[in-house]
Each structure stands twice: as C-alpha cells, then as structure tokens.
Nanobody
Framework: VQLAESGGDSVQSGGTLRLSCATA????????VGWFRQAPGHYREWVAM???????HYADSVKGRFTISKDNAKNTLYLQMSSLEVEDTDMYYC???????????????????YGQGTQVTVTA
C-alpha cells in the first residue's frame, strides 16, 4: 500500500485548506482509510476516516469543520478543512488498514500504513 499526501500549507485562522492523498496498492472495500495528525512531542491523533463499509467518522475536535471524501476513479483521498484554528497546526498523515477490528477502534489502535505527512500551519 502506498500513500502520498499533498496540499499542506500555511493559512490564517478561519481559512480553508484541502489535503490530498494519492493511494495505490489496495482493494476498495477491503481497507479503511483516514487522516491522522501529530505535533512534535505529541501522540498521533486520529482525525477522520472512511470505514470499509463506506461510513464516515470524525474526531469531535474537527466535526462540522472537516470533511473526508475519496474519489475512487482518481485513487485519491481528501480532507477538506474549514474554519481552521491555530490548534489545527500539525503534520497530517494519510493512513490505511486492512483489519476490520483496527478500523472499528477509530484510531485507538495503530494503523498499518501511513504516508510521509504534509505540514499544515494555521496562523492567528
């Protein structure tokens, strides 16, 4: 499984940004895919995911502000972020896993595949 993020940038508080993740090497429906974020010295935080059945789930901290989606024809996962806050500043990682039990835990367990990350910086 290959995952490659792009779209990170520096934006002002209240702004919007869309992250993309080019995906390859997995069968649709056999994996859950999602986004995590991590700041230096902090644990990686689960942000949003699309489960194997297509259901979508969000962390409370981003619910209503972030939208996860995927374009199967383009093999691309997206994270549309709006009403950005300084606290959203992090390295954002695209992730995937093929174990339904892991997926069901919404990021409480370590996922198997991660991209290299893309930096999002939100300034006041």
């Amino acid at each position: 499984v290959q995952l490659a993020e792009s779209g990170g940038d520096s934006v002002q508080s209240g702004g919007t940004l869309r992250l993309s993740c080019a995906t390859a090497g997995y069968t649709e429906g056999n994996f859950c895919v999602g986004w995590f974020r991590q700041a230096p010295g902090h644990y990686r935080e689960w942000v949003a995911m699309i489960d194997m059945d297509g259901s979508v789930h969000y962390a409370d901290s981003v619910k209503g502000r972030f939208t996860i989606s995927k374009d199967n024809a383009k093999n691309t996962l997206y994270l549309q972020m709006s009403s950005l806050e300084v606290e959203d500043t992090d390295m954002y990682y695209c992730a995937a896993d093929e174990i339904s039990y892991v997926c069901s835990k919404r990021g409480a367990l370590e996922w198997n595949y991660y991209g290299q990350g893309t930096q999002v910086t939100v300034t006041a």
